[in-house]
């Protein structure tokens, strides 16, 4: 089971990029997936979560400027980034609490896609 993520890249400040996450494997079900970030020199932090069910939660930091979103039959999520800012220049990471087929339950992560927000 992995998650791959895409959609990364370089642009202007004010402007939009999209991320995309693809679970893949035996997969059974997906709890939440989520999406984290971490800057140059700092933590990694939590960006926007969805549940299966669609419940949301973003940092503050996002709100009204990021939209998480999922569909359950694909095994994929989308984070909509608009209005950027030079501040989320970020690897962003996809992770999800995947069941594989026979198997218990599994913290998965990505391994990460470039964000660069240029002023």
């Known amino acids: 089971v992995q998650l791959v993520e895409s959609g990364g890249?370089?642009?202007?400040?004010g402007g939009?990029?999209?991320?995309?996450?693809?679970?893949?494997?035996?997969i059974f079900t997906i709890n939440y997936m989520g999406w984290f970030r971490q800057a140059?020199?700092?933590?990694?932090?939590?960006?926007?979560?969805?549940?299966?069910?669609g419940v949301t939660n973003y940092a503050d930091s996002v709100k009204g400027r990021f939209t998480i979103s999922r569909d359950n039959g694909k095994n994929?999520?989308?984070?909509?980034?608009?209005?950027?800012?030079p501040e989320d220049t970020a690897v962003y990471?996809?992770?999800?609490?995947?069941?594989?087929?026979?198997?218990?339950?599994?913290?998965?992560?990505?391994?990460?896609?470039?964000?660069?927000?240029?002023s």
């Open 93 to 118: 990471y996809c992770n999800g609490r995947i069941l594989p087929r026979g198997s218990t339950w599994q913290d998965i992560w990505g391994q990460g896609t470039l964000v660069t927000v240029s």
């Open 9 to 13: 890249g370089l642009v202007q400040a």
């Open 76 to 85: 994929t999520m989308v984070l909509q980034m608009d209005s950027l800012k």
């Open 40 to 53: 140059p020199g700092k933590q990694r932090e939590l960006v926007a979560t969805i549940t299966n069910g």
């Open 16 to 26: 939009s990029l999209r991320l995309s996450c693809a679970a893949s494997g035996n």
